[in-house]
């Protein structure tokens, strides 16, 4: 090594020793009779100096001509601070210089690189490798090392093998556009990069690997919505002689081993609760359980009361703020308005205020008398102090309006706490979903997650009605992971892609070596996926999973520091035989 020391690393007891150090140059202050340096490296800081009298006047020379970000390679002699600094792991000391050598000179970065900078997120993503050197940034790609370290420890000690499956495939369903790559080899065909390794995991389990993982990179090319990268992390799982519950220890376990070892943090046992239950009781299938703030539907209380938008809603549901009965006119102006902004798309909203004296005051007096609204309460469970507010409308729509209104509301009463952490699993999501716009069922997981047992039967009669065995798990309101236990049977996997509008041929071309082998003695299976960037995310606090990833694509799916994607030439067109079609 060119060096003795890292930056991070001397203290008290190396005082008197000859070190040899490493890094960039922070910065220099010079007072003329005293000079110094602050040396940076990946493990922390060290201060240089060089004192008039003592260090040669050469060295002197040297330094003033260092600038921000130089590359040296400094020698000295360890000595203690007359002035210590306890901010730093190295405060107690610091190094007299007897040597300087210029590694690589620098150029001025474009934004200082500091804990807080001045740079835009578009500028520090073109310089990406400055950005790295930042405290914030480094610290959280050895945090993603620290957590894929220990899912690997866990996973291992379960007897998991990590197999890596190929990235040019053919197209695996998530629900996403493939990323494509041509084949030069072969004009005109292309492979589908993948959406995720399902496929191949489950023909491991068919090839009696038993127990898979892998932290892989999958591919989905999706209209991009804030936080999305086309390219992310998973933590692929899959399990062969397994049923839901086996899935759900297994992995909350492996959940919880990274709390405990990463964050320190014990989880406790995770929550569950079916898909219907988090629908009705906070109208989203990844409810944020840090707080309460249930639905309570208030149909039969309040309609027949000669308030017509309640009487031709569907469904006319509330919750109850705590203590938020001192809002004034312009936040419950601003909460109306809230809910009707577009993303939102409530019509408008009713409050009532519990009053402090007993009363109550809300926006339908007209309709409502004082005994009307009493009653609200008590179904509610809302106490003196407390602010309720209801909305109503078509039932999916206005539980969803409702949810984004209860998690607004957590955020103006601060109950989003950073450091709690409340796990669930959601589990019987509905195996299809229905879209208007193309008038058919899609898988709402994936196709090869089978229906729940009890619900096969209704298959053909009820679509809508069948469950599947698959589940969700749900850490304050963030998905983190999910999957199923899988379809082992040919025949019932022909059915599922009969009810998703495939032909049988469509289905043979597509899937037919997956149903091929599950003629071959498929075991019965199931797994899971984690969206690891996400999780990195939150055991690091943060809501963006970019600032988790060492080369992240900005909101428009570009490289902005090494400029992708681009424009390739003719030639290379030609040669992978799409320049006519692009030219049609
Ligand atoms: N392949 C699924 C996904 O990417 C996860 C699973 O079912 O295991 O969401």
Same mark, same amino acid.
């Given at each position: ?237 899959? $399990?062969? @002689? &397994?049923?839901?519950?086996? #899935?759900? =220890?297994?992995?909350?376990?492996? !959940? ?5 070892? /990463? ?29 309460? $703030?249930? @639905? &309570?539907?208030?149909?039969? #209380?309040? =309609?027949?009361?000669?308030?017509? !938008? ?5 469904? /006319? ?32 909203? &009713? ?234």
């Amino acid at each position: 090594m060119l060096r003795t020391h890292t930056c991070g690393e001397l203290r008290a007891d190396n005082i008197a020793q000859e070190v040899v150090l490493c890094g960039w140059v922070k910065k220099t202050r010079d007072k003329g009779k005293l000079l110094w340096i602050d040396l940076r490296d990946r493990y922390g800081i060290t201060q240089l100096f060089l004192e008039e009298g003592v260090s040669d006047n050469n060295l002197f020379e040297q330094a003033r001509e260092l600038g921000r970000e130089f590359v040296i390679k400094a020698k000295g002699t360890v000595v203690e601070r007359a002035s210590k600094n306890p901010e730093l792991p190295t405060g107690d000391i610091e190094v007299r210089l007897t040597q300087i050598e210029v590694l690589n000179a620098a150029k001025t970065p474009p934004f200082i690189i500091e804990d807080e900078t001045d740079g835009g997120d578009e500028l520090r993503a073109q310089y990406r490798y400055l950005d790295l050197r930042r405290n914030p940034l480094k610290d959280k790609l050895i945090m993603r090392h620290n957590l894929a370290k220990e899912v690997r420890n866990y996973l291992d000690k379960q007897a998991f093998v990590e197999v890596e499956t190929p990235v040019l495939i053919k197209s695996t369903p998530e629900g996403a556009r493939d990323f494509v790559v041509p084949s030069r080899m072969h004009p005109g065909e292309f492979y589908a990069l993948p959406q995720s390794p399902q496929t191949f995991k489950q023909i491991l389990m068919v090839g009696g690997m038993d127990k898979y993982f892998q932290i892989v990179k999958c591919f989905r090319d999706e209209d991009l919505r804030a936080d999305r990268q086309p390219e992310f992390t998973q933590i692929d799982c899959e $399990m062969a @002689f &397994v049923e839901r519950e086996d #899935i759900l =220890q297994t992995f909350e376990g492996l !959940v919880k081993h990274l709390f405990k070892t /990463v964050k320190n943090i014990e989880l406790p046992d995770f929550q569950r609760m079916s898909y219907d239950e988090a629908m009705e009781k906070y109208g989203s299938d990844k409810p944020d359980l840090r707080f309460g $703030m249930p @639905f &309570v539907k208030l149909n039969e #209380i309040v =309609q027949n009361k000669d308030f017509k !938008v309640f009487d031709v809603a569907e469904l /006319v549901v509330g919750i109850v703020a705590e203590g938020a009965a001192s809002y004034s006119r312009k936040q419950l102006d601003a909460l109306t308005n809230f809910v009707q902004k577009p993303q939102v798309g409530a019509k408008g909203l &009713v409050y009532v205020k519990c009053n402090e004296d007993g009363t109550f005051k809300s926006s339908v007096d007209k309709f409502y008398s004082q005994e009307d609204l009493s009653e609200w309460a008590k179904l509610m469970n809302a106490q003196a102090g407390d602010l309720i507010l209801v909305l109503a409308g078509e039932t999916n729509s206005t539980r969803k309006a409702l949810s984004e209104l209860r998690l607004e509301m957590a955020s103006q009463l601060n109950l989003k706490d950073k450091d709690i952490f409340a796990p669930l699993w959601v589990l019987d999501f509905p195996l299809l979903e229905w879209d208007e716009e193309t008038q058919r069922y899609y898988a709402m997981h994936h196709p090869f997650t089978s229906p729940n047992p009890e619900d096969i039967d209704k298959m053909e009669t009820d679509p809508s009605a069948v469950r599947a065995n698959a589940y969700d798990m749900v850490i304050n309101g963030v998905e983190l992971g999910g999957g199923s236990i899988r379809i082992h049977d040919k025949a019932l996997q022909q059915r599922v892609l009969r009810l998703l509008g495939f032909s049988d041929e469509e289905a043979k071309s597509q899937f037919g070596f997956l149903m091929n082998a599950f003629e071959y003695g498929a075991p019965p299976h199931g797994g899971i996926a984690f969206g690891f960037d996400r999780m990195c995310a939150m055991f690091a606090g943060v809501d963006s999973i970019r600032d988790c990833i060492a080369f992240p694509k900005n909101n428009a799916g570009r490289d902005v520091m090494i400029d992708s994607p681009s424009i390739i030439g003719l030639e290379q067109l030609e040669e992978l035989a799409l320049r006519l079609e692009i030219a049609k």
